[in-house]
Every structure is written in C-alpha cells, then in structure tokens.
C-alpha cells in the first residue's frame, strides 16, 4: 500500500487561505486516484475533492467548489489542497486517500490507504 503524510493544517482566520500537502511514499503514486475528506468533531467523515492519476480529471464537493483546488504533482509523489476563503464550517480534520486506479472513486470505504489527518481550524 501506499503510505501517505498530510502537513500544512492550522489555525486561521475566516477568509483566509491554507495549502494542505499529502506526500505518497512506498508505491508508484500515478498508478492512485487520490481524494481529500475531513471529519469535524461530531460529524461522519465527507468527500472534499478527487482527482484522477493524471489530474486531468477532479470533483469536488459542492461545500467547497469553487473556493478549494485540488491538484498534484506525480513527480513529487506530493498531493495538494489549496483553500481559499475559508469558513468556519470547514474547520475539521483533513485526510488524503488513495484509491488504486485510473478513475476518480470517492467512497471512503473503497480507498487503499489514508494519512494521519491534519487539523484545519478556522476562527471567526
């Protein structure tokens, strides 16, 4: 499997911005979909956002489109999140995962691997 490590979480203010990395090791990170959830305190894990191996493909919730990017970097083996004009409701813990395959699945039960998770607090 895969292993992957979130970084980048914090503390920040509402309208502000934060870049969420994932950085894959251990498996040849093209050959993985990869998606970000988060869970806040209380609540079941959600779908953020998706992209295909090649990235030429991505999803995103409806919460967060238009506000967050989700893009890659296979070269890298590095997995990015970019959140612009944060709110209060996207405080939560934020996860990456990894699905083997071309195509784009979201369903947490059906990914390969999961980081840690990182905190992504937003104040008002």
């Known amino acids: 499997q895969v292993q992957l490590v979130e970084s980048g979480g914090g503390l920040v203010q509402a309208g502000g911005s934060l870049r969420l990395s994932c950085a894959a090791s251990?498996?040849?990170?093209?050959?993985?979909?990869m998606n970000w959830f988060r869970q806040a305190p209380g609540k079941e894990r959600e779908f953020v956002a998706a992209i295909s191996w090649s990235g030429a493909d991505t999803r995103y919730a409806d919460s967060v489109k238009g506000r967050f990017t989700i893009s890659r970097d296979n070269g890298k083996a590095t997995l990015y999140l970019q959140m612009n004009t944060l709110k209060r409701e996207d405080t939560a813990v934020y996860y990456c995962a990894a699905r083997r395959g071309l195509g784009i699945v979201s369903i947490p039960s059906l990914m390969d691997s999961w980081g840690q998770g990182t905190q992504v607090t937003v104040s008002s």
């Open positions: 251990g498996r040849i990170f093209s050959n993985y979909g």
